[in-house]
């Protein structure tokens, strides 16, 4: 059951403009040196005064302009025993896990439904997923370094998935698209209906070909949007930690239009013994599967207060995707998806003095409900409970 918790509030401060940004960090999928579970553990619990700082933000406009906000946090308890863990079990293998136990979705019916139509794609090369008419959550680093925002972040786009038919798609006359778009559209996946399993290593059965064989579904491509201005926690940047911190891997796109899909809520992470099965489940685009929309679950192996460290075979692409669960509604029989973690991508973590190689996800904590929540309504007054 989704267990109501009281959330603290996020409040602005006070806003001030900042220097436009250069735009000329290099996209980075996989990040190294970071400071992951172990890590955490050596760590102080960060005071008020900390948070308050780590939960300001920027937020970046289409125009290239740039503002910071200082926050304050009200109705926080702290938690002396800080980052808390469970014993885990030491992997050796990147990013797939023995057997590839990722889905390819073909089945329009599949892919244009919820959940799996909230996956949508980033013009930077990741994934992200629908949180309201307007927002997409991502990862953080998809769009900044820790230093300065990556290149194509200054005229970022987002795909909302949709199925193209024959004699459909045909643009109006005058409009433009940009080489992102015209690249998008021309992705065609494997042709296939509804869901189907490939091992490593095993024969593929699917057909190579391009062409239509068999069926009139069509091929999904992407109806791209414009992002009117992005929200990415202080927390990341370089220089407020010694370090690049998962914890603050997640960002907020506000879409210039809003869409008219059904989009997934936010949900506070539960502890892996409260999850059903210690199952997690999240879609996105892999970058070994252009232009399919991939799903998965799996079990979680690790965490933290504030990370995941989890069995999720995936490939770079997937980054940024939203990690959910399916549990019930408090005292009613309905059955609920909810986001509770951003999934980062392939980690390199140092573990004991050596860096180790892991699958990571961002988990939504009542301080991250609290600073999403307030990004998508602009206030505090409908994030009280999460």
Known sequence: TWHLTKIPQIVSKRT???????????????????CGIECQRKLPVPSLS????????????ENGTRTLTEVNVLGLVLDPSGNTTTQRSSRKKRQIYGTDSRFSIYDKRFMTNFPFNTAVKVSTGCSGILISPKHVLTAAHCLHNGKDYVKGSKRLRVGLMR???????????????????????QEEPEVATGLRRRSKGGRRK????????????????????????????????????????????????????????????????????????????????????????????????????DLFYQYCDAEPGATGSGVYLRLKEPNKKKWKRKIIAVYSGHQWVDVNGEQQDYNVAVRITPLKYAQICFWIHGNDENCTRG
């Open 206 to 305: 699917q057909r190579r070909s391009g062409r239509k064989q068999g069926t009139s579904d069509g091929m999904p491509s992407f109806q791209w949007t414009r992002v009117k201005s992005t929200h990415i926690p202080k927390g990341w940047f370089k220089g407020v930690s010694e370090d690049i911190a998962l914890d603050y891997d997640y960002a907020v796109l506000e879409l210039k239009r809003p869409h008219k899909r059904k989009y997934m809520d936010l949900g506070i992470s539960p502890t892996i013994k409260m999850m059903p099965g210690s199952m997690i489940h999240f879609s996105g685009f892999d970058n070994d599967r252009s232009g399919q929309l991939v799903y998965r679950f799996c079990s979680i192996s690790d965490e933290s207060n």
């Open 16 to 34: 001030f403009s900042l220097d436009n940004p250069k735009f000329e960090a290099k996209t980075k999928l996989e990040l190294n040196s970071v």
């Open 163 to 185: 199925t193209k038919s024959r004699g459909e798609g045909r643009k109006r006359k005058g409009a433009k698209r940009s080489r992102r778009e015209v690249s998008a559209a």
């Open 50 to 61: 900390d948070l308050k700082d780590l939960l300001s933000y920027e937020t970046v406009f």
